[in-house]
């Protein structure tokens, strides 16, 4: 009986070496059953390893067991029919031989997989958003607004359609106060507007704010008396003291009385001819100079009645001591008149005629004439270079 391994294919069974000599050619030239059966399992293994793809064969290297098994195996090819070899005996167990079979490749490392998303909350299906308002445009900011300027006219003036004295034509005549427009100030004449008309007038005869309201008070020492402001009551006579042959006064025949002595000091004799005159002296000596001169020579040389200062009692009238120049225009030249002009301010005394503002005062030069108005005034005057009156209180005839 042959021996059969059980479990283990036939193919596996190793075949025993043949015999050496002439028994061992005609054992296996003999086709037997096991040996058809080992012919079928060999070529149904290398089919099975000629179907495996190339790839895969190629990328991995067979054990070297299978490799010594597969060299070891004889040709599966019939070959010319030989003489069937004799049955083997029982032989000696060996180790089996497991035939090589095709490794399968490794299966591909597990790749990652991405974790389950979780259940997160729904999104909400968007909603339409309001309406942006446009970015604002950079708009140039407008210039800012100029807030006109406005002057007061100190003294009753002429503003014409050019600058300069004489040029163009007469545009207004401004009353004292009357409120402008300044356009555009100059440092001797500026352009102004008033109302719906544009003209030129002195820029040192305007103010920023009204002025003052002028002295009318008979009782005060600085009553403005002239041709067009004339003393209310026209009768008005004050309360004076005399002085020197003069009656003036208090205030007045105190300061007259200390310059007569600062003049005295300095050697200089001053004489007082007129002081206070009342509204019927007045009216009397006007008229005789209109019967002398006329009205018109009588108007520039004395004050009508109710228009003069000597009625108020501020007014004095000087002369030299040896009587020279009496009344005329020549006492300036005099050195009483001289001592005048330069000391009189000191003592609140002002000359209120002087030369070449006949135009302002109403009346000629008259270098004997002064009047007070206090030491304050007087020296403003003096420092400013004020020659009248009017012009201190900006007012014109």
Known sequence: MKRINRG?????????????????????????????????????????????????????DPPPGAAATQSAAPDPTPGPPADPAPEPTAAPSAEPVVPAVPSAAPPPAPQPTSAP???????????SAPPTKPP??????????????YRYVLAPATARSRPGVGNGVVVHRLARGAQVQ?????????????????????????????????????????VLVNKKYPLVPAKYAPKTVAVAGVRLTPAAAKAHAAMVKAAARDGVRLRTLSGYRSYATQASLFAHYQRLYGTAYASRISARPGTSEHQTGLAVDFGA?????????????????????????????????????????????????????????AGSMKSQRTPTYEQHLYVAP
């Open 182 to 222: 300044l356009v555009q100030a100059g440092p001797v004449w500026s352009h102004i507007r008033s109302g719906a008309r544009h003209a030129w007038i002195r820029s040192d005869g305007m103010a920023s704010s009204r002025p003052a309201p002028l002295p009318r008070n008979p009782r005060s020492s600085f």
């Open 321 to 377: 001591a040896n009587g020279q120049c009496r009344l005329l225009a020549c006492f300036g030249s005099t050195r009483e008149g001289k001592w005048l002009a330069a000391n009189a301010a000191r003592h609140g005394f002002i000359l209120r005629y002087p030369r070449g503002a006949e135009a302002v005062t109403g009346y000629s030069y008259e270098p004997w004439h002064y009047r007070f108005v206090g030491a304050v005034t």
């Open 136 to 149: 604002p445009t950079s708009t140039p900011k407008p210039p800012p607004v100029v807030k006109p300027v």
């Open 117 to 127: 998303p979780t259940s997160a909350a729904p999104t909400p299906p968007p909603t």
């Open 8 to 60: 283990i294919p036939r193919a596996a069974v190793p075949v025993p070496g043949p015999p050496s000599g002439a028994e061992s050619d005609r054992r296996w030239a003999r086709p037997t059953p096991g040996r058809l059966l080992w012919a079928a399992v060999a070529v149904a293994a290398l089919a099975a390893q000629l179907a495996a793809p190339a790839a895969v064969a190629g990328s991995v």
